[in-house]
Nanobody
Framework: QVQLVESGGGLVQAGGSLRLSCVAS????????MGWFRQGPGKEREFVAA????????EYADSVKGRFTISRDNAKNTVYLQMNSLKPEDTAVYCC?????????????????WGQGTQVTVSS
C-alpha cells in the first residue's frame, strides 16, 4: 500500500504562484512514477504532470507547459508541483497519484494510488 498526502493548496491571484507537495509512504519511492491530476468545477479530471522518480523524466499537459514544474526529492519521498503564472482556469482540486512502476503515463487509470487532493483557487 502507498499512502499519499498533499499540501500547499490555497487561494492566489492570477499571475501568482503556489507550490504543491505530496509525501508518499513506501520504501521504494525512487522506483515510482508520480503524477499530478486536477479536476475543476464542472470538468472531468485531467492530467497535469508526471515524473519518473528514478531519473527525473517528466511529462506535462500542453496547458501547463512553461508555467508548471514537477520535481521530486527521493530522500524525502516527496514530489512537488511548482505552479507559476497561475490563471483562473487553473482553479481545481489537485490530486497526487502514484504508480509503482518507472513508466511515465498520462492515463489516470494506470495510477494505483491517489491522495485526497488539495484545492487551488485562482482569482481574477
Amino acid at each position: 500500500q502507498v499512502q499519499l498526502v498533499e499540501s500547499g493548496g490555497g487561494l492566489v491571484q492570477a499571475g501568482g504562484s503556489l507550490r504543491l507537495s505530496c509525501v508518499a509512504s513506501g520504501r521504494t519511492f525512487s522506483h515510482y512514477t508520480m503524477g499530478w491530476f486536477r479536476q475543476g468545477p464542472g470538468k472531468e479530471r485531467e492530467f497535469v504532470a508526471a515524473i519518473r522518480c528514478i531519473d527525473g523524466r517528466t511529462e506535462y499537459a500542453d496547458s501547463v507547459k512553461g508555467r508548471f514544474t514537477i520535481s521530486r526529492d527521493n530522500a524525502k519521498n516527496t514530489v512537488y508541483l511548482q505552479m507559476n503564472s497561475l490563471k483562473p482556469e487553473d482553479t481545481a482540486v489537485y490530486c497526487c497519484a502514484a504508480r509503482t512502476a518507472p513508466v511515465v503515463t498520462t492515463r489516470a487509470y494506470e495510477y494505483g494510488y491517489w491522495g485526497q487532493g488539495t484545492q487551488v483557487t485562482v482569482s481574477s
